[in-house]
């Protein structure tokens, strides 16, 4: 019986961490650039039942085990914004940032300025262009980007915002701050890039909320499954008790 406990309590830690990933969607609804994760699950089958109160034959168990997240990258909806450092890529790419572990990947746009002129993400990493940092002297003004990426101000070009591909976006893993990291970029060919203008989280609220609503409702299935296993081997187990005597 201690199989049939061990295999729902598999089942229930799955089930706790899909709960964590809607969550984490649903808390970055609003967030630029965000992009929707899913749990990936699958079964680990025991070669042998390991904990049986009462001896039966060896058979497989069959366990549940959350095998690894994945990340949706259909793009979200363009909002246009009007300000001078949002920036939203259209179709396939990546803006490059640089950060104290190397370069790294992001589809949001919400940029600013830091107190040296960079243009930076809000975490503070540096946005890089095809030559470098991206900095604005403090008398420049009239900041224009153009389709292509290319930045202009008052005192003339200032370069182009670095974009970049994959050859595979799955293979790129998420490491927070809305951040990618992936192997062998590639530039982005024919790039279109829109000032004024944020790509939003491709998360569904009325879907995430769907999903969350489902994960409860297993986990509490499961609650009730495991406490009726326990009550019948309590009762199994006081029933041998009276015969015994």
Request: hydrophobic share 40%; glycine share 10%; no cysteine.
């Given at each position: 019986?201690?199989?049939?406990?061990?295999?729902?309590?598999?089942?229930?830690?799955?089930?706790?961490?899909?709960?964590?990933?809607?969550?984490?969607?649903?808390?970055?609804?609003?967030?630029?650039?965000?992009?929707?994760?899913?749990?990936?699950?699958?079964?680990?089958?025991?070669?042998?039942?390991?904990?049986?109160?009462?001896?039966?034959?060896?058979?497989?168990i069959s366990f549940?085990?959350?095998?690894?997240?994945?990340?949706?990258?259909?793009?979200?909806?363009?909002?246009?914004?009007?300000?001078?450092?949002?920036?939203?890529?259209?179709?396939?790419?990546?803006?490059?940032?640089?950060?104290?572990?190397?370069?790294?990947?992001?589809?949001?746009?919400?940029?600013?300025?830091?107190?040296?002129?960079?243009?930076?993400?809000?975490?503070?990493?540096?946005?890089?262009?095809?030559?470098?940092?991206?900095?604005?002297?403090?008398?420049?003004?009239?900041?224009?980007?153009?389709?292509?990426?290319?930045?202009?101000?008052?005192?003339?070009?200032?370069?182009?915002?670095?974009?970049?591909?994959?050859a595979d976006n799955?293979?790129?893993?998420?490491?927070?701050?809305?951040?990618?990291?992936?192997?062998?970029?590639?530039?982005?060919?024919?790039?279109?890039?829109?000032?004024?203008?944020?790509?939003?989280?491709?998360?569904?609220?009325?879907?995430?909320?769907?999903?969350?609503?489902?994960?409860?409702?297993?986990?509490?299935?499961?609650?009730?499954?495991?406490?009726?296993?326990?009550?019948?081997?309590?009762?199994?187990?006081?029933?041998?008790?009276?015969?015994?005597?």
């Amino acid at each position: 019986m201690e199989n049939t406990t061990l295999v729902a309590l598999s089942r229930q830690v799955a089930l706790r961490h899909k709960l964590d990933v809607i969550a984490n969607n649903v808390a970055n609804l609003n967030t630029a650039g965000f992009k929707r994760q899913t749990l990936e699950m699958d079964d680990y089958v025991m070669p042998t039942a390991s904990a049986n109160t009462f001896p039966m034959p060896d058979e497989p168990i069959s366990f549940v085990v959350d095998w690894t997240t994945s990340t949706d990258f259909q793009p979200g909806t363009i909002d246009l914004t009007g300000g001078t450092f949002d920036v939203a890529v259209e179709g396939d790419g990546f803006f490059v940032v640089q950060t104290p572990d190397g370069e790294r990947y992001t589809r949001a746009g919400n940029f600013q300025l830091d107190p040296g002129g960079r243009l930076v993400t809000p975490d503070g990493h540096p946005v890089l262009g095809e030559g470098g940092e991206i900095v604005f002297g403090p008398g420049e003004t009239d900041v224009v980007i153009g389709s292509d990426g290319s930045i202009n101000t008052n005192e003339g070009p200032r370069g182009r915002f670095e974009v970049v591909s994959f050859a595979d976006n799955r293979q790129l893993e998420k490491i927070g701050d809305n951040l990618f990291a992936g192997a062998d970029p590639q530039p982005v060919q024919g790039v279109r890039v829109r000032q004024g203008a944020l790509e939003l989280s491709n998360v569904q609220a009325v879907m995430e909320m769907t999903r969350l609503i489902d994960v409860n409702r297993a986990y509490a299935q499961v609650t009730s499954f495991i406490n009726t296993s326990e009550e019948l081997r309590l009762k199994a187990l006081n029933l041998l008790g009276d015969v015994t005597v």
